[in-house]
C-alpha cells in the first residue's frame, strides 16, 4: 500500500502510517522535538526538515522566534491537506510565514536550495536507514545526497538524522562529509517500557574533495 494513512484511534490519539508501515503517532514525540532542539541550541536560523509527518519537528522549530525559515519537504500532500482541512492537528504551522512547505521528494528538494544558506538539515524521513519506508529512500543515507545535504549548510552547520537504531555505516558516511560526528542516544516511553531512538549528526561540512 503506498501513500500515506491517518488513524484516529479509541483514546484520541493520532497515529500515521506511510506506505503501510508504522511511522509514528502523537504521544511520544520527544525524539522529534529534540530532533529540533539540538540545531536550535547550536543557534541555527535557517533549517530543511525532511519529512513534515504529525508536525512536531516543525513546530519546535517555529516555537523558537530567532528561526527565520523552516522549509518542510513532505512527499505525501494529503499530510498537508489533513492539517489545513482540520483532520489532524498543524493548521498553526501553515499561519506561520516562516513555514515553508515543499511537496516532494526531500532527494529532489535539497538540490532546489543554494549552496551554503543552511544552518541545518534535519531528516526524519523514515524509521532509520534500516528501516526504510520506501525503497528509494536507501539513497538518502548513500555518500552522494550526504554530501549534497553538506553543501547547502553554512560553515558551522550540522545535519542530523533520526533513527531508531544507532548505524555505524551511516556514521561512517557522515564522517566522510563532516568534521565531527556524533550518535546521540534518546531514551523514550512506549507504553511503558523504555527503548532508545538515536540522532545521528554530522557538524561543519568539510570542503568537497
Ligand atoms: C516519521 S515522519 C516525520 C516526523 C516528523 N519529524 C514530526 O515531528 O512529526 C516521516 C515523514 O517523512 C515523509 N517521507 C517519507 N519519505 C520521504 C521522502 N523521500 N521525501 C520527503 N518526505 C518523505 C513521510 O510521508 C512522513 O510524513
Same mark, same amino acid.
Given at each position: 500500500?503506498?501513500?500515506?494513512?491517518?488513524?484516529?484511534?479509541?483514546?484520541?490519539?493520532?497515529?500515521?502510517?506511510?506506505?503501510?508501515? *508504522?511511522?509514528?503517532?502523537?504521544?511520544?514525540?520527544?525524539?522529534?522535538?529534540?530532533?529540533?532542539?539540538?540545531?536550535?541550541?547550536?543557534?541555527?536560523?535557517?533549517?530543511?526538515?525532511?519529512?513534515?509527518?504529525?508536525?512536531?519537528?516543525?513546530?519546535?522549530?517555529?516555537?523558537?522566534?530567532?528561526?527565520?525559515?523552516?522549509?518542510?519537504?513532505?512527499?505525501?500532500?494529503?499530510?498537508?491537506?489533513?492539517?489545513?482541512?482540520?483532520?489532524?492537528?498543524?493548521?498553526?504551522?501553515?499561519?506561520?510565514?516562516?513555514?515553508?512547505?515543499?511537496?516532494?521528494?526531500?532527494?529532489?528538494?535539497?538540490?532546489?536550495?543554494?549552496?551554503?544558506?543552511?544552518?541545518?538539515?534535519?531528516?526524519?524521513?523514515?524509521?532509520?536507514?534500516?528501516?526504510?519506508?520506501?525503497?528509494?529512500?536507501?539513497?538518502?543515507?548513500?555518500?552522494? *545526497?550526504?554530501?549534497?545535504?553538506?553543501?547547502?549548510?553554512?560553515?558551522?552547520?550540522?545535519?542530523?538524522?533520526?533513527?531508531?537504531?544507532?548505524?555505524?555505516?551511516?556514521?561512517?558516511?557522515?564522517?566522510?562529509?563532516?568534521?565531527?560526528?556524533?550518535?546521540?542516544?534518546?531514551?523514550?516511553?512506549?507504553?511503558?517500557?523504555?527503548?532508545?531512538?538515536?540522532?545521528?549528526?554530522?557538524?561543519?561540512?568539510?570542503?568537497?574533495?
Amino acid at each position: 500500500m503506498t501513500g500515506a494513512s491517518i488513524r484516529h484511534r479509541d483514546d484520541g490519539s493520532v497515529e500515521l502510517r506511510v506506505n503501510g508501515l *508504522f511511522v509514528m503517532d502523537d504521544v511520544e514525540t520527544s525524539s522529534e522535538r529534540v530532533l529540533a532542539r539540538s540545531v536550535l541550541d547550536a543557534g541555527a536560523y535557517d533549517v530543511l526538515v525532511g519529512g513534515l509527518g504529525l508536525g512536531f519537528t516543525a513546530r519546535e522549530l517555529l516555537a523558537d522566534p530567532s528561526v527565520e525559515q523552516v522549509i518542510v519537504a513532505e512527499i505525501h500532500p494529503e499530510i498537508a491537506d489533513w492539517m489545513r482541512d482540520g483532520i489532524i492537528a498543524g493548521a498553526d504551522l501553515f499561519i506561520d510565514p516562516r513555514f515553508d512547505l515543499r511537496i516532494g521528494d526531500v532527494q529532489e528538494i535539497v538540490p532546489t536550495i543554494p549552496a551554503a544558506c543552511l544552518d541545518a538539515i534535519l531528516l526524519d524521513v523514515d524509521n532509520g536507514p534500516d528501516s526504510l519506508v520506501y525503497a528509494d529512500n536507501a539513497r538518502v543515507y548513500h555518500s552522494e *545526497f550526504i554530501q549534497l545535504c553538506a553543501s547547502r549548510l553554512r560553515a558551522a552547520g550540522h545535519l542530523s538524522l533520526w533513527s531508531q537504531a544507532d548505524s555505524a555505516p551511516v556514521r561512517a558516511v557522515l564522517a566522510e562529509h563532516f568534521a565531527v560526528v556524533t550518535a546521540e542516544s534518546l531514551p523514550v516511553n512506549l507504553q511503558g517500557r523504555t527503548e532508545n531512538y538515536w540522532i545521528l549528526r554530522g557538524q561543519g561540512p568539510k570542503a568537497p574533495r
